[in-house]
């Protein structure tokens, strides 16, 4: 995914009337603009995928504080659909079964038996998965096999 097919998806969201799905897709460009302003190049098609997680995460934190403010339907209907949007743009997360294994795998190969390896465990399973796995999911998997 690159910067190139983000435009395009936004022409799409225009010609469609698709108001949340431009949107959001106009925000997650202006994060690319402003990240390529700062370093000075175009981005890698990783960190497109990056900035798509990072306006997920933030999208995310609105909706659940919306949802404790009692904010009106509304707008946390706005929000979930947004959510569902990148969530649909980014790569399948690994969860599940697959994880575990993952997680059992990377433990067995490195030696790792101790809560003092957790954060080297934890660092091994997210380079495996290329970064698609809920992090918090793989420490508190992580936590409860290691002594």
């Known amino acids: 995914m690159n910067k190139e097919f983000i435009v395009s998806e936004i022409t799409n969201a225009m010609r469609e009337k698709d108001k949340v799905r431009l949107s959001i897709l106009r925000m997650v460009k202006n994060e690319i ?5 700062e370093s000075g190049e ?3 098609d990783e960190d497109v995928v990056a900035t798509f997680k990072k306006v997920l995460k933030q999208t995310g934190e609105t909706l659940e504080g919306s949802i ?7 707008r946390t209907a706005l929000l979930q659909s947004q959510i569902d949007i990148l969530t649909g ?3 399948k997360q ?4 697959e994880l575990v294994a993952i997680i059992d795998g990377v433990l067995a190969e490195n030696g790792f038996s101790e809560k003092r390896d957790m ?4 660092g091994l399973v ?5 970064g698609n796995c809920d992090k918090a999911e793989v420490a508190k998997i992580i936590g409860s096999r290691l002594g």
């Open 33 to 37: 603009d402003i990240k390529e302003k």
């Open 42 to 44: 175009a981005l890698s």
């Open 68 to 74: 404790k403010a009692g904010t009106d339907a509304e």
């Open 89 to 91: 743009y980014l790569p």
């Open 94 to 97: 690994t969860t599940g079964d």
């Open 119 to 122: 954060g080297k465990a934890i």
């Open 126 to 130: 997210v380079a495996a998965t290329g």
